[in-house]
């Protein structure tokens, strides 16, 4: 049996609902940006598919351009992300003291709700 009451069930799930809704929303824009990101890359590399498809070589600065497109500029992202991942705050004794107060609230909040 939950917990919750009826009016808390409402809102729960209507919750859940406008979350599902909002996540779907989420992924069909991210879905839409690598896509135009993709097609912008390949623009500025100088791709075009109908010059290459009869072409019997591809030009070494076409290559060269989508190297750096597909393998340094992530490189270089990835590498920022580490610096920044590095410097996080939250990280060692300041992480697991930060777990230990959620457990201890989670165990707080378990016991009072067990009681009412």
Same mark, same amino acid.
């Given at each position: 049996? +939950?917990?919750?009451s009826? =009016? *808390?069930? $409402? %809102?729960? +799930?209507?919750?859940?609902v406008?979350?599902l809704?909002?996540?779907?929303?989420?992924?069909?824009?991210?879905? *839409?940006?690598?896509?135009? @990101?993709? @097609?912008?890359a390949? #623009? /500025?590399? *100088?791709? =075009?598919?109908?010059? !290459?498809?009869?072409?019997?070589? $591809?030009?070494? =600065?076409?290559?060269?351009? #989508? @190297?750096? $497109?597909? %393998?340094? /500029?992530? &490189?270089?992202?990835? %590498? #920022?992300?580490? !610096?920044?991942?590095? +410097?996080?705050? #939250?990280? @060692?004794a300041?992480?697991?003291?930060?777990?230990?107060a959620?457990? &201890?609230?989670?165990?707080? =909040?378990?016991?009072?709700?067990?009681?009412?």
């Amino acid at each position: 049996k +939950h917990h919750f009451s009826k =009016n *808390g069930q $409402v %809102f729960f +799930h209507i919750f859940w609902v406008v979350t599902l809704i909002m996540q779907s929303r989420l992924q069909k824009l991210q879905s *839409g940006l690598a896509t135009i @990101g993709v @097609g912008a890359a390949l #623009l /500025i590399v *100088g791709y =075009n598919a109908q010059t !290459l498809e009869k072409a019997t070589h $591809v030009p070494d =600065n076409l290559l060269q351009s #989508l @190297g750096v $497109v597909l %393998f340094a /500029i992530p &490189a270089v992202f990835s %590498f #920022l992300a580490y !610096l920044i991942a590095r +410097h996080y705050p #939250l990280q @060692g004794a300041a992480r697991d003291e930060m777990y230990a107060a959620l457990a &201890a609230k989670r165990v707080t =909040n378990t016991q009072s709700s067990k009681s009412k």
